[in-house]
T-cell receptor, first 113, second 115 residues
């Protein structure tokens, strides 16, 4: 059963702690993306990767880091430098044909206490 | 730079009524356009997409959208609303000629369906 998985669904952390969000896909897509969603703000791009061992900053990369060591995996670390980390985080991967469509995972809701 | 404007952050319709969600875009190159739906605490699900083929695009769940270049619009419609259509809807634009195909999203429209 192909798709994108994100874990955990809900995550709670204390202020000042780094936390890593998991994103895995078995769709054989080359490109992967991380978005942040806040109420009334739509989705904003954090980082994206078009190929293994390469990634680029999106519009709101400050306070976040990523790695892309495997095609299937694109973990996101929310560091203590991120001033307002509480949000809903969505991972996506993109087909290489047919309009280059992005498909999304179920999301992780991070709450920093 | 690309941008998307969704007119109306909240739209309320009666069950069985026409659904119209508005999306206007700005792009310096021919765009790819998408509509996604999001149910509470879930990811985004693709409804339909325009990729320079037919200007009237049919999607899942009875939704359709028409690309109008002269109006830079890509409005989403459904003839008869169902209770299960209640969700948040996002319009997005992508650069068709670029190499990274980043999506720029509108801020979303919350659709409420009244019985």
């Amino acid at each position: 059963d192909g798709g994108i998985t994100q874990s955990p669904k809900y995550l709670f952390r204390k202020e000042g702690q780094n936390v890593t969000l998991s994103c895995e896909q078995n769709l054989n897509h080359d490109a992967m993306y991380w978005y942040r969603q806040d109420p009334g703000q739509g989705l904003r791009l954090i980082y994206y990767s078009q190929i293994v061992n390469d990634f680029q900053k999106g519009d709101i990369a400050e306070g976040y880091s990523v790695s892309r060591e495997k095609k299937e995996s694109f973990p996101l670390t929310v560091t203590s430098a991120q001033k307002n980390p509480t949000a809903f985080y969505l991972c996506a991967s993109r087909t290489s044909g047919s309009g280059n469509t992005q498909y999304f995972g179920p999301g992780t809701r991070l709450t920093v206490l | 730079a690309q941008s998307v404007t969704q007119l109306g952050s909240h739209v309320s319709v009666s069950e069985g009524a026409l659904v119209l969600l508005r999306c206007n875009y700005s792009s310096s190159v021919p765009p790819y356009l998408f509509w996604y739906v999001q149910y509470p605490n879930q990811g985004l699900q693709l409804l339909l997409k325009y990729t320079s083929a037919a200007t009237l695009v049919k999607g899942i769940n009875g939704f359709e959208a028409e690309f109008k270049k002269s109006e830079t619009s890509f409005h989403l419609t459904k003839p008869s609303a169902h209770m299960s259509d209640a969700a948040e809807y996002f319009c997005a634009v992508s650069d068709s000629g670029g190499s990274n195909y980043k999506l720029t999203f509108g801020k979303g429209t919350l659709l409420t369906v009244n019985p």
